[in-house]
C-alpha cells in the first residue's frame, strides 16, 4: 500500500478545498481534512483502488462533514460562512464588485435543491470532474453533468 505520509502531501490540498467548498470555513474545513486522513489511515486497508485515491478521500470527507451537521444540526448559510479571498486585484472598487458578484451567485445558489448546489461546488471550486463527483455522489457521470448544466441555466435566468 502507498506510504501514508506520500498520500498526505499529495492529496491534502486536493480534499482541504473540497471540504472549504462544503464548509465555507477555512478552520473547520482543516480540522475535518485531518480528521479524513486519520480516518483514511486507519482504514487504508479498504481501499481497493476501484477508483482514484483522492475521490476516496473526498468521500471520507464527505461523510465526515454529513456527520458533522448531524451532530450539530446546523443549516449552512453560505451568505454568512463564505469569506472571499481574492489575492491579485488592481483596486478596492473591483473587489468590492467581484465580492458583490459572488455573494449574489452564492445567494442564488441556495434557490437550487442540495444536489444541484454541491455538484456546482465540486464542479466549480473543488475543480472534480463530472466522473469523479458522480462517484463522490454515488450517482453516475451523466447525472453529475446534467445535474450541473441544469443548475448552471436556473442561474443564468437568475440574472
Do not use: P
Given at each position: 500500500?502507498?506510504?501514508?505520509?506520500?498520500?498526505?502531501?499529495?492529496?491534502?490540498?486536493?480534499?482541504?478545498?473540497?471540504?472549504?467548498?462544503?464548509?465555507?470555513?477555512?478552520?473547520?474545513?482543516?480540522?475535518?481534512?485531518?480528521?479524513?486522513?486519520?480516518?483514511?489511515?486507519?482504514?487504508?486497508?479498504?481501499?481497493?483502488?476501484?477508483?482514484?485515491?483522492s475521490?476516496?478521500?473526498?468521500?471520507?470527507?464527505?461523510?465526515l462533514?454529513?456527520?458533522?451537521?448531524?451532530?450539530?444540526?446546523?443549516?449552512?448559510?453560505?451568505e454568512?460562512?463564505?469569506?472571499l479571498?481574492?489575492?491579485?486585484?488592481?483596486?478596492?472598487?473591483?473587489?468590492?464588485?467581484?465580492?458583490?458578484?459572488k455573494?449574489?451567485?452564492?445567494?442564488?445558489?441556495?434557490?437550487?435543491?442540495?444536489?444541484?448546489?454541491?455538484?456546482?461546488?465540486?464542479?466549480?471550486?473543488?475543480e472534480l470532474?463530472?466522473?469523479?463527483?458522480?462517484?463522490?455522489?454515488?450517482?453516475t457521470?451523466?447525472?453529475?453533468?446534467?445535474?450541473?448544466?441544469r443548475?448552471?441555466?436556473?442561474?443564468?435566468?437568475?440574472?
Amino acid at each position: 500500500m502507498q506510504d501514508i505520509e506520500k498520500i498526505y502531501e499529495e492529496y491534502f490540498e486536493t480534499v482541504n478545498k473540497y471540504l472549504f467548498c462544503l464548509t465555507h470555513n477555512n478552520d473547520l474545513s482543516e480540522e475535518l481534512t485531518q480528521e479524513t486522513f486519520y480516518k483514511a489511515t486507519k482504514k487504508i486497508d479498504t481501499y481497493k483502488g476501484e477508483c482514484k485515491m483522492s475521490v476516496w478521500l473526498c468521500q471520507i470527507a464527505k461523510n465526515l462533514w454529513y456527520d458533522q451537521c448531524r451532530k450539530k444540526q446546523k443549516i449552512i448559510n453560505v451568505e454568512e460562512k463564505d469569506k472571499l479571498y481574492i489575492n491579485s486585484l488592481d483596486s478596492l472598487e473591483e473587489q468590492v464588485i467581484l465580492n458583490d458578484e459572488k455573494v449574489s451567485l452564492y445567494k442564488r445558489m441556495q434557490n437550487l435543491d442540495e444536489k444541484t448546489r454541491e455538484v456546482i461546488y465540486l464542479r466549480i471550486t473543488g475543480e472534480l470532474s463530472f466522473k469523479e463527483i458522480g462517484i463522490i455522489l454515488n450517482k453516475t457521470e451523466t447525472w453529475a453533468r446534467v445535474t450541473f448544466y441544469r443548475g448552471k441555466k436556473l442561474l443564468k435566468e437568475g440574472d
